[in-house]
């Protein structure tokens, strides 16, 4: 059974930082992309941020400059570095991954989320 788990979450104020974390666990042969989106009230989900296993990256034009993706391949994880943050980042983010499982497919999983609130 693949799990993600995701950690880091939190309140904070405006301008101020978060890095939210997500472990995948579980019998996982290969993690393709891995990433990170979100879901603020009464909105669709959006993306944030993703990663390919090569290192390419993908962000949401209005996070690009604040946000950084980064991933361990040998540790199965990924995280994101949220900077200058604004009440508009409010949201539950949710790590994402392309897992390939041991039949072979392709799979997508999604963590819990976890609750980002930036307010003063």
């Known amino acids: 059974q693949v799990q993600l788990v995701e950690s880091g979450g939190g309140l904070v104020q405006p301008g101020g930082s978060l890095r939210l974390s997500c472990a995948a666990s579980?019998?996982?042969?290969?993690?393709?992309?891995m990433g990170w989106y979100r879901q603020a009230p009464g909105k669709p989900r959006e993306l944030v941020a993703t990663?390919?296993?090569?290192?390419?990256?993908r962000y949401a034009d209005s996070m690009k400059a604040r946000f950084t993706i980064s991933r361990d391949n040998a540790k199965n994880t990924v995280h994101l570095q949220m900077n200058s943050l604004k009440p508009e980042d409010t949201a539950v983010y949710y790590c994402?991954?392309?897992?390939?499982?041991?039949?072979?497919?392709?799979?997508?999983?999604w963590g819990q989320g976890t609750q980002v609130t930036v307010s003063s």
């Open positions: 994402n991954a392309d897992i390939l499982d041991t039949n072979y497919a392709l799979v997508t999983y």
């Open positions: 579980g019998i996982i042969l290969s993690i393709r992309a």
């Open positions: 990663s390919t296993r090569g290192g390419g990256t």
